[in-house]
């Protein structure tokens, strides 16, 4: 295969803004502004005959940080696919961007659950960033083909100095660290400038200085730049201060919440019907004890998240 094929190949499952399902004519109305970014009521899925959640309720505005958390198993990666539109709500109402899952993907940036690029991959990480742009869907519709490219190497650019990766970015993504491919897989996801980022475990695989400072960045893209951000993720820790909601899925049920409302003893215990305990460190990080993991096997942990 030649390394451009390779690589398109690495990043069909990486970070991008994803098409549009538009199935009908109606319902695409732009946000207005009013309605919520996300808003569920009394959302269920189920895959394979089996009901992971129910009854999630949630309403995410604009600009905020929501960090979707639980044991692995519960349902959080499918929870991103239901907000893609890619698999429908087995009950309630979904609502994304003000109108059906799917129907504003375009506005949205969406990084999979994965792992890294493989070492021997050539391609650099300026041109990994660029396939965000999806040729031309993007941005206003310029005349000529030189002015298209010279936007686009300006919003590369742009994007690139955003997350930081100005240093790294014309490497081989394959000689990148964990943590710069993540950086620059999020300026991928940034590109088309969405309202609102849906990231799987961005903080996978990462060291707790590459954790703080990509969770730093991801706090800056959302109430610095106005993003909407939904991120699943395992530790709250590391996201902890830069959030304003948190998603906490069990077998059955969720509790939706600012982080003081819901990572307490009581409310996780009765999510979870298990006693869980939530202790604060001295230096004010969260230990949550006895959270159970899910019975179910899970089988598409780094498999490259819902397609
Ligand atoms: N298409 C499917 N058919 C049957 N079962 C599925 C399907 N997709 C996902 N599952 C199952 O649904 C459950 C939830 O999967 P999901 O990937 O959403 O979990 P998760 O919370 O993201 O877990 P992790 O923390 O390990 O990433 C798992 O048991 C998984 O095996
Ligand atoms: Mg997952």
């Known amino acids: 295969m030649n390394p451009i094929a390779k690589a398109r190949e690495a990043v069909t499952h990486s970070a991008h803004t994803v098409p549009n399902r538009r199935a009908g004519g109606h319902d695409t109305a732009p ?17 394979g005959g089996r009901t992971l959640w129910s009854g999630v309720d949630l309403r995410i505005g604009s600009g905020e ?16 696919k239901v907000l893609l539109g890619a698999l429908p709500a087995a009950a309630g109402e979904v609502r994304v961007l003000g109108t059906r899952p799917g129907q504003a993907n375009d506005r949205i940036g969406y990084l999979p659950q994965r792992r890294s690029f493989d070492a021997s991959l050539r391609i650099r990480g300026v041109d990994v960033v660029r396939m965000g742009l999806d040729g031309d869907r993007w ?25 930081g990766a100005s240093a790294y970015a014309h490497r081989p993504i394959g000689q990148c660290s964990g943590g710069e491919q993540q950086r620059l897989l999020i300026a991928q996801a940034l590109i088309r400038r969405p309202e609102l980022l849906l990231l799987d475990e961005p903080l996978d695989s990462l060291d707790l200085p590459n954790q703080s400072a990509v969770a730093a960045l991801i706090g800056r893209i959302s109430h610095q730049e106005g993003v909407s951000v939904v991120m699943v993720a395992h530790d709250v820790n590391p996201i902890l201060h830069h959030l304003d909601r948190v998603v906490y899925l069990a077998e059955g049920g969720a509790a939706a919440g600012t982080p003081e409302e819901v990572i307490t003893s009581g ?22 004890v006895g959270q159970p993991e899910a019975p179910a096997v899970h089988t598409d942990r780094h498999s490259g998240g819902p397609s």
Not at 36 to 46: D, F, S
Not at 275 to 288: A, Q, Y
């Open 139 to 163: 941005g206003v519709p310029l005349p000529f083909p030189s002015a298209r490219r010279q936007a686009a190497r300006a919003r590369v650019d742009e994007v690139i100095e955003l997350v």
């Open 31 to 47: 946000n207005s502004g009013r309605d919520p970014v996300l808003a569920l009521r009394g959302a269920a899925v189920r895959v």
């Open 65 to 80: 940080f929501t960090a979707v958390l639980g044991p692995n198993g519960v349902g959080k990666s499918t929870m991103i």
């Open 267 to 288: 409310t996780l215990t009765r999510l979870y019907g298990t006693p869980v305990e939530v202790l604060r460190t001295s230096d004010g990080r969260l230990v949550v």
